[in-house]
């Protein structure tokens, strides 16, 4: 057809026809082409036999030369591997016409109707998945011997959404994208005003693609077959672990998670429990802050001065200077005299690209479309941010001309990115504290080098950060993770203005400055800011589900904390939950990864790591 395209196709996928336990003394090897197709109907994985008769099957011991990759109690590592390629030394099968035979084994179905799909562990042999539908049929386990299972599951990620089970490493959830129900959520929270469409709600709207670790938006679909915790929400992370005892064998038709030959299924405990004596310090002063400093005017440690800054922020007095080094303005390395010459070159680069968009003339412009509905938009946002503070209030206050300017040279700093809603809400604070135009600028970019993820096309930042908030509330309150299931309301999508903004509408200006700059530090693990946003919904899980709250309804409810959540309280708990998380047992990968910790499969003894030094 005119129309269909072909985003993979591939040669040498078999299927394994004779079951574990099935009295055949060997694997049925079935061999067929796999593609993955979009037409006028959709996109469809199709997957059809080429074999002429009976599935291909070993041959007799007087010809096992030729077949001494398969025996009838294992398989002999004896192939050449190149990743997860597997070359077989066989009998290459027939292209004509299948037979009935072969014909019950044909795949084919739309990727709307995929549910899971589970994919074995490559350096176990060759790699093999299973797909499951939504109408719980399990399809018939499709083995790579020639590879190309990273390939397929690279274009699929284009056409669905998927996160990785945190119970089960190898499992893949493929998450349905409500697009009402986010619309929903920008209206409730209230993102930008009375705008019925928004710059970021058309990024955020429109078709994406997500990676397999889980760079997606979350609805838990934890009611798969494979899951055999499901009916032990009190028990979680399960993780497959290589058998040293026996050679793996690849798996069959009829696979379930207890039965894959090469592992089997540990569960750890409940995380340890949650210390309760982690309390916060007064913050770092002019007089402490000044002893930090040589000679030559070089931070002497800068370990300690951010450990000093967690734990009870800077003074108010020396926030214009600390911030600078937090945000990568000033090396922490720097002197005295390196900042002067810094700053002076900062100044020259500042003023160079503001003459690029000041330059542009009236004509220029009309011509230069996107340039125009950028600086329109930039206009709009300005005239309303932070309108009520006293720095930003009243008709014609030289500060908001001063936000509009920063962020127009930014668009020339970022071309690509440019300037996105939701950017003068993080400006405002830092211009604020800076009430310097260059300083506030650099200052600004340091913030977005670490934040650009949020606003980007794709927004997989955003899709990731939400997928990670799920997966830590899933880990840490499984009881709440699954009445959010029930009430739809697992998509976290109540968290976006959190995530998107770092926090900045749900404080007052003092402490979501105290809140910044304790994220700024680091520590005591990445993605610290994901841990606030778990300890603030775990305040609020009584109230929700006391009172049956749906989704709608929990987007009101977080709507209106507003400016009533104590920020000394939130960066306390955090850090109990780091703590907490930190001396598990067992931590499962894709919680490891999110705070840049170790994946301990088991401790080699009682003692519970040891916590980051951050007193």
Same mark, same amino acid.
């Given at each position: 057809?005119?129309?269909?395209?072909?985003?993979?196709?591939?040669?040498?996928?078999?299927? *394994?026809?004779? !079951?574990?336990?099935?009295?055949?003394?060997?694997?049925?090897?079935?061999?067929?082409? $796999?593609?993955?197709?979009?037409? &006028?109907?959709?996109?469809?994985?199709?997957?059809?036999?080429?074999?002429?008769?009976?599935?291909? =099957?070993?041959?007799?011991?007087?010809?096992?030369?030729?077949?001494?990759?398969?025996?009838?109690?294992?398989?002999?590592? =004896?192939?050449?591997?190149?990743?997860?390629?597997?070359?077989?030394?066989?009998?290459?099968? @027939?292209?004509?016409?299948?037979?009935?035979?072969?014909?019950?084994? #044909?795949?084919?179905?739309?990727?709307?109707?995929?549910?899971? +799909?589970? =994919?074995?562990?490559?350096?176990?042999?060759?790699?093999?998945?299973?797909?499951?539908?939504?109408?719980?049929?399990?399809?018939?386990?499709?083995?790579? *011997?020639?590879?190309?299972?990273?390939?397929?599951?690279?274009?699929?990620? *284009?056409?669905?959404?998927?996160?990785?089970?945190?119970?089960?490493?190898?499992?893949?959830?493929?998450?349905?994208?409500?697009?009402?129900?986010?619309?929903?959520?920008?209206?409730?929270?209230?993102?930008?005003?009375?705008?019925?469409?928004?710059?970021?709600? @058309?990024?955020?709207?429109?078709?994406?693609?997500?990676?397999?670790?889980?760079?997606?938006?979350?609805?838990?679909?934890?009611?798969?077959?494979?899951?055999?915790?499901?009916?032990?929400?009190?028990?979680?992370?399960?993780?497959?672990?290589? #058998?040293?005892?026996?050679? !793996?064998?690849?798996?069959?038709?009829?696979?379930?998670?207890?039965?894959?030959?090469? +592992?089997?299924?540990?569960?750890?405990?409940?995380?340890?429990?949650?210390?309760?004596?982690?309390?916060?310090?007064?913050?770092?002063?002019?007089?402490?802050?000044?002893?930090?400093?040589?000679?030559?005017?070089?931070?002497?440690?800068?370990?300690?001065?951010?450990?000093?800054?967690?734990?009870?922020?800077?003074?108010?007095?020396?926030?214009?200077?600390?911030?600078?080094?937090?945000?990568?303005?000033?090396?922490?390395?720097?002197?005295?005299?390196?900042?002067?010459?810094?700053?002076?070159?900062?100044?020259?680069?500042?003023?160079?690209?503001?003459?690029?968009?000041?330059?542009?003339?009236?004509?220029?412009?009309? #011509?230069? @479309?996107?340039?125009?509905?950028?600086?329109?938009?930039?206009?709009?946002?300005?005239?309303?941010?932070?309108?009520?503070?006293?720095?930003?209030?009243?008709?014609?206050?030289?500060?908001?001309?001063? $936000? +509009?300017?920063?962020?127009?040279?930014?668009?020339?700093?970022?071309?690509?990115?440019?300037?996105?809603?939701?950017?003068?809400?993080? $400006?405002?604070?830092?211009?604020?504290?800076?009430?310097?135009?260059?300083?506030?600028?650099?200052?600004?970019?340091?913030?977005?080098?670490?934040?650009?993820?949020?606003?980007?096309?794709?927004?997989?930042?955003?899709?990731?950060?939400?997928?990670?908030?799920? &997966?830590?509330?899933? +880990?840490? &309150? !499984?009881?709440?993770?699954?009445?959010?299931?029930?009430?739809?309301?697992?998509?976290?999508?109540?968290?976006?203005?959190?995530?998107?903004?770092?926090?900045?509408?749900?404080?007052?200006?003092?402490?979501?400055?105290?809140?910044?700059?304790?994220?700024?530090?680091?520590?005591?693990?990445?993605?610290?800011?994901? $841990?606030?946003?778990?300890?603030?919904?775990?305040?609020?899980?009584?109230?929700?589900?006391?009172?049956?709250?749906?989704?709608?309804?929990?987007?009101?409810?977080?709507?209106?904390?507003?400016?009533?959540?104590?920020?000394?309280? &939130?960066?306390?708990?955090?850090?109990?939950?780091?703590?907490?998380?930190?001396?598990?047992?067992?931590?499962?990968?894709?919680?490891?990864?999110?705070?840049?910790?170790?994946?301990?499969?088991?401790?080699?003894?009682?003692?519970?790591?040891?916590?980051?030094?951050?007193?």
């Amino acid at each position: 057809m005119a129309d269909e395209r072909i985003f993979f196709e591939r040669d040498g996928v078999f299927i *394994h026809t004779a !079951p574990a336990g099935s009295e055949e003394s060997h694997d049925s090897l079935l061999e067929g082409r $796999l593609m993955l197709y979009r037409n &006028s109907d959709g996109v469809f994985v199709n997957w059809t036999p080429h074999v002429a008769d009976a599935p291909l =099957r070993p041959q007799t011991s007087a010809d096992h030369n030729d077949w001494d990759i398969v025996t009838t109690v294992g398989y002999h590592p =004896r192939f050449q591997r190149d990743d997860e390629s597997v070359t077989l030394h066989g009998r290459r099968p @027939s292209r004509s016409k299948s037979s009935p035979a072969a014909d019950q084994y #044909k795949i084919h179905f739309d990727v709307q109707q995929l549910k899971s +799909f589970r =994919r074995s562990n490559p350096s176990l042999g060759w790699s093999h998945l299973i797909f499951i539908l939504r109408d719980e049929t399990t399809l018939p386990a499709l083995h790579f *011997h020639k590879g190309g299972s990273k390939a397929l599951l690279q274009e699929l990620s *284009h056409h669905i959404t998927v996160k990785r089970s945190v119970r089960d490493q190898r499992l893949f959830l493929v998450v349905d994208h409500d697009a009402a129900a986010l619309e929903k959520s920008f209206n409730e929270l209230q993102m930008f005003g009375d705008d019925p469409v928004t710059d970021i709600l @058309s990024r955020f709207s429109r078709p994406y693609s997500t990676t397999l670790g889980g760079f997606s938006f979350v609805t838990n679909l934890i009611r798969d077959a494979f899951d055999p915790t499901r009916a032990r929400p009190k028990e979680v992370a399960t993780i497959p672990v290589k #058998k040293q005892t026996e050679a !793996p064998m690849p798996g069959v038709v009829g696979f379930s998670a207890k039965e894959e030959p090469g +592992f089997e299924v540990i569960t750890c405990a409940e995380p340890s429990a949650r210390p309760t004596d982690v309390s916060r310090s007064s913050p770092l002063s002019s007089t402490q802050w000044s002893q930090c400093f040589d000679r030559d005017g070089r931070v002497v440690d800068p370990v300690q001065v951010k450990k000093l800054i967690f734990r009870g922020g800077v003074a108010d007095d020396i926030r214009q200077e600390a911030w600078k080094f937090l945000l990568e303005y000033y090396p922490w390395t720097s002197t005295a005299k390196s900042r002067v010459d810094i700053r002076k070159a900062k100044t020259e680069d500042y003023f160079r690209m503001k003459l690029q968009w000041k330059s542009i003339s009236a004509d220029q412009e009309n #011509k230069f @479309s996107s340039f125009k509905e950028k600086k329109h938009l930039v206009e709009k946002d300005v005239t309303r941010t932070d309108r009520c503070h006293p720095f930003y209030e009243g008709e014609d206050n030289p500060n908001v001309q001063y $936000l +509009f300017d920063i962020l127009m040279t930014y668009c020339m700093h970022n071309f690509d990115l440019g300037y996105v809603q939701g950017m003068s809400d993080l $400006l405002s604070p830092i211009f604020f504290v800076m009430q310097d135009e260059v300083d506030a600028f650099w200052c600004f970019v340091g913030f977005m080098n670490h934040v650009h993820e949020n606003f980007a096309m794709n927004q997989e930042g955003i899709k990731r950060q939400l997928s990670e908030v799920a &997966s830590l509330l899933q +880990f840490l &309150s !499984p009881d709440f993770n699954h009445y959010l299931e029930s009430s739809s309301a697992d998509n976290m999508y109540f968290c976006f203005r959190w995530l998107l903004i770092v926090f900045k509408r749900e404080f007052n200006f003092p402490d979501i400055m105290r809140l910044w700059e304790v994220v700024w530090t680091g520590l005591p693990c990445k993605n610290f800011h994901l $841990l606030i946003c778990v300890g603030i919904l775990e305040s609020q899980q009584e109230t929700i589900m006391r009172q049956r709250l749906d989704f709608t309804e929990i987007l009101k409810h977080v709507n209106e904390l507003a400016f009533r959540i104590n920020v000394e309280d &939130s960066l306390n708990k955090a850090e109990a939950i780091f703590l907490q998380i930190q001396r598990c047992a067992l931590i499962p990968a894709c919680i490891a990864e999110t705070l840049g910790l170790e994946h301990n499969e088991a401790q080699q003894d009682d003692s519970p790591p040891s916590s980051p030094d951050v007193s």
